[in-house]
C-alpha cells in the first residue's frame, strides 16, 4: 500500500478526536441497509467469544500457530507463498468452505511472476457475497538483510486474523443455513479473498502494485456462466455487498478511520462491536468489567483505548491509501478500509518481524470482526437461531442500541421507532 500525503496537524487531529463518536443508527435503520441485520443478544456474546480458542491461529508466540507459519518471506512467486496458499486451502476445504482460485502470469518489473487469489465462500450459491480480504504476499527485496522481510503486521496479521473468523462463525453459518425453511437459500453468505500480489517489487505505481486485486476485478467483472432466461445477466463482482479489506494490523494501538462516508454506517457497526465486547469484559484479559474498561477507553497512553476515530468532526469520501481496494472501489463496490493511519513505525522495515506484534490486540481485533460478521449476516449459536415460530431470535434487552460517549456507553432503554 502507498502512504498517503497527510500532514502531521490532521494525524494529530484524527488521534485527539477519538471520543468524538456518534450515536448508533437504531436497529430499523441498519436493517433498511442491510436486510440480513439482526444484533446479536448480550446473553450471546461470551458465546461468540469462545466459539474457538484464538490462540490456535493469533498467538505468534506459540510455535504451532497459524500466525507462526505466516512470519516468513513470502513475496510473490516465492516457494514459502506457495506453501502458505496450500495452507490456506487446507484450512478452508476442512470447515467445508468452497475454494476457488484465480491464477495468472503478471507482468512485473523483474520479469512475469505466476500469482494466485484465492477466494473462499461459505455458500456460493447465495446471491450475494459480504467479502473479508487480506493479501497474503510480502514485500519483495533483491538483497539481504531487507530480503529476509517478514511482513508481520503486513498482512501477516490479517490473514490469521481471517482463519480464526472463518473457523468461528462456521457452526454459526451452518446453524443458520440449516434453520431455513425447505427451498429457502440465505440471501447473503461470508467469503474470504487472499489477494496475491499486493507489494510493489519496486517503488509503488499504477503498474508496479495490486497486481491480484486488478486481475480479480477484471475476471470477475465477466458474466456469470448460464444465466436464468428470466434474470438478467449478473457479474460475480455485482454479488458482493461490502468488501472489507484489514492491512497493517497486529500492533498496538491502531489509530483506524473512515475513507468513505457510504459506508460510515458499517464502520460504525465494527466501532460498536469493539465496545459491547469491552463493556461485556470480553474484548481484553486487562478490563474484565465495565468500570476498568470505562477507564481505559479513551485514555490515549493506553493499549486498551479504542482502536477508531469517529466519524464527527473529520471525514473523508476519497480514501487516501493506496491499496487492494482501488480497482473493487472504482467498479463500484462499497469498502471499508481497515488500515492504520499513521501506519506502524515497522512498515515496510525489516523490524516488521514477530516483536512489532501484540497478541491481545490481535485477539481483540479477531473479535471485533466476529459480532461485526455475525450481525451482519444476521447470525446466532444453534440453539437460538430460530424460535418455534421460525424467526429469528437474536434481538439484545435494549434492542442493540449503543450511545458512544465516555460516560455512558450504553442505553438503558431501547430508542422506539
Same mark, same amino acid.
Given at each position: 500500500m502507498l502512504l498517503p500525503s497527510i500532514p502531521p496537524t490532521l494525524v494529530l487531529l484524527l488521534a485527539l478526536t477519538s471520543s468524538s463518536i456518534a450515536t448508533r443508527p437504531r436497529p430499523n435503520i441498519l436493517k433498511r441497509k442491510n436486510p440480513t441485520y439482526a444484533p446479536l443478544a448480550d446473553e450471546h456474546l461470551p458465546a461468540l467469544a469462545k466459539l474457538t480458542d484464538p490462540s490456535t491461529h493469533l498467538d505468534h508466540h506459540d510455535p504451532m500457530s497459524s500466525l507462526s507459519s505466516l512470519l516468513v518471506p513470502r513475496p510473490a512467486g516465492s516457494r514459502n507463498l506457495l506453501q502458505l496458499q496450500e495452507m490456506m486451502q487446507s484450512h478452508f476445504n476442512n470447515l467445508g468452505w468452497t475454494v476457488q482460485k484465480d491464477s495468472f502470469t503478471a507482468d512485473t518489473p523483474i520479469g512475469p511472476k505466476e500469482m494466485t487469489n484465492l477466494v473462499f465462500l461459505h455458500d456460493p450459491s447465495a446471491p450475494l457475497r459480504f467479502l473479508l480480504s487480506a493479501h497474503l504476499d510480502s514485500k519483495w527485496f533483491p538483497n539481504p538483510p531487507e530480503s529476509n522481510f517478514i511482513g508481520a503486521t503486513d498482512s501477516s496479521a490479517p490473514c490469521a486474523i481471517l482463519m480464526d473468523v472463518a473457523e468461528a462463525l462456521t457452526p454459526w453459518l451452518n446453524a443458520r443455513d440449516q434453520s431455513m425453511k425447505e427451498g429457502e437459500k440465505p440471501l447473503?453468505?461470508?467469503?474470504?479473498? /487472499?489477494? &496475491?500480489?499486493?507489494?510493489a517489487f519496486h517503488d509503488w505505481t499504477h503498474t508496479d502494485s495490486i497486481y491480484g486485486a486488478k486481475h480479480l476485478v477484471k475476471v470477475w467483472s465477466q458474466?456469470? &456462466?448460464?444465466?436464468?432466461?428470466?434474470?438478467?445477466?449478473? +457479474?460475480?463482482?455485482?454479488q458482493i455487498s461490502h468488501l472489507v479489506l484489514l492491512d497493517l494490523l497486529g500492533a498496538p494501538s491502531p489509530v483506524i478511520r473512515s475513507w468513505f462516508t457510504s +459506508?460510515?454506517?458499517?464502520?460504525?457497526?465494527?466501532?460498536? $462491536?469493539?465496545?459491547? /465486547?469491552?463493556? $461485556?469484559?470480553?474484548?481484553? &484479559?486487562? +478490563?474484565?468489567?465495565?468500570?476498568?474498561?470505562q477507564a481505559n477507553r479513551f485514555d490515549q497512553t493506553k493499549k486498551e483505548r479504542t482502536f477508531f476515530v469517529g466519524r464527527e468532526g473529520v471525514q473523508s469520501n476519497g480514501g487516501g491509501i493506496e491499496d487492494d481496494h482501488l480497482p473493487f472501489l472504482a467498479a463500484g463496490v462499497p469498502i471499508v478500509h481497515m488500515i492504520p493511519l499513521p501506519f506502524p513505525s515497522v512498515w515496510h522495515t525489516i523490524r516488521d518481524d514477530a516483536s512489532a506484534l501484540d497478541y491481545p490486540t490481535i485477539k481483540a481485533w479477531a473479535l471485533i470482526v466476529r459480532l461485526t460478521v455475525a450481525e451482519y449476516l444476521g447470525l446466532a449459536p444453534p440453539e437460538a437461531a430460530s424460535g418455534s415460530d421460525g424467526k429469528a431470535k437474536r434481538t439484545g434487552a435494549n434492542g442493540g442500541e449503543l450511545l458512544f460517549t465516555a460516560t455512558h456507553a450504553r442505553n438503558e432503554k431501547a430508542t422506539k421507532g
Open positions: 447473503e453468505t461470508l467469503g474470504i479473498v /487472499l489477494f &496475491d500480489g499486493e507489494e458474466p456469470n &456462466d448460464g444465466p436464468s432466461p428470466n434474470s438478467p445477466k449478473k +457479474t460475480p463482482l455485482s +459506508t460510515g454506517w458499517l464502520f460504525d457497526e465494527f466501532q460498536q $462491536a469493539e465496545a459491547r /465486547l469491552g463493556l $461485556a469484559g470480553l474484548l481484553w &484479559d486487562s +478490563t474484565p468489567d465495565q468500570a476498568s474498561y
